[in-house]
T-cell receptor, first 114, second 110 residues
Framework: NAGVMQNPRHLVRRRGQEARLRCSPM?????VYWYRQLPEEGLKFMVY????????ESGMPKERFSAEFPKEGPSILRIQQVVRGDSAAYFC????????????FGQGTRLTVV | AQKITQTQPGMFVQEKEAVTLDCTYD???????LFWYKQPSSGEMIFLIY??????QNATEGRYSLNFQKARKSANLVISASQLGDSAMYFC???????FGTGTSLTVIP
């Protein structure tokens, strides 16, 4: 799972700023998933993407959150106008076609909103 | 729709003993699979083991094994000879589902 790279590992933002979280999937993986983990809680699905396509965004908050996975470059999870409640660990995972194999996780980005 | 349930928020086990972490699932798919992941205090998610619904035998990976009971819709993780380094959160997930169970916190007591 060391192949999935997330950066930054830690991110501090003031309320109202934007947060950009990056995820580079494992080589050969074309599917990316984003999860949020609040302190002392489990993983909550946010969004599932293929290159240039959002497959499932049923877990994404309707406002301020967006995700993309362009043809070139990493997947980006973008949070606009952050609030204290956005403080969490955000994990990215990648896999080959959805459901065929396990997903490998990055080490997460810990977002702290002050 | 698929659903994963982990009913044990926390478990304790003596070092060198075996422990079973429960996971039940609900699915209407005839073909499915279950994964287990470990999340130590450092935060990363580590894949442990996978069981496919058509696999004839229970999956094993070193000290990890799955007690897969299809009729009961359960895929419990068994950790044998527990080590202090096994203390972590353990999550169950279903292939094709993007959701995980709520996790079980395992503490290994010296």
């Amino acid at each position: 799972n060391a192949g999935v790279m997330q950066n930054p590992r830690h991110l501090v933002r003031r309320r109202g700023q934007e947060a950009r979280l990056r995820c580079s999937p494992m080589k050969g993986h074309s599917h990316v998933y984003w999860y949020r983990q609040l302190p002392e809680e489990g993983l909550k699905f946010m969004v599932y993407l293929q290159k240039e396509n959002i497959i499932d965004e049923s877990g994404m908050p309707k406002e301020r959150f967006s995700a993309e996975f362009p043809k070139e470059g990493p997947s980006i999870l973008r949070i606009q106008q952050v609030v204290r409640g956005d403080s969490a660990a955000y994990f990215c995972a990648s896999s080959r076609p959805h459901g065929d194999t396990e997903a490998f996780f990055g080490q997460g980005t810990r977002l702290t909103v002050v | 729709a698929q659903k994963i349930t982990q009913t044990q928020p926390g478990m304790f086990v003596q070092e060198k003993e075996a422990v079973t972490l429960d996971c039940t699932y609900d699915t209407s798919d005839p073909s499915y699979g279950l994964f287990w992941y470990k999340q130590p205090s450092s935060g990363e998610m580590i894949f442990l083991i996978y069981q496919g619904s058509y696999d004839q035998q229970n999956a094993t990976e070193g000290r990890y094994s799955l007690n897969f009971q299809k009729a009961r819709k359960s895929a419990n993780l068994v950790i044998s000879a527990s080590q202090l380094g096994d203390s972590a959160m353990y999550f169950c997930a279903m292939r094709g589902s993007v959701d995980f169970g709520t996790g079980t916190s395992l503490t290994v007591i010296p």
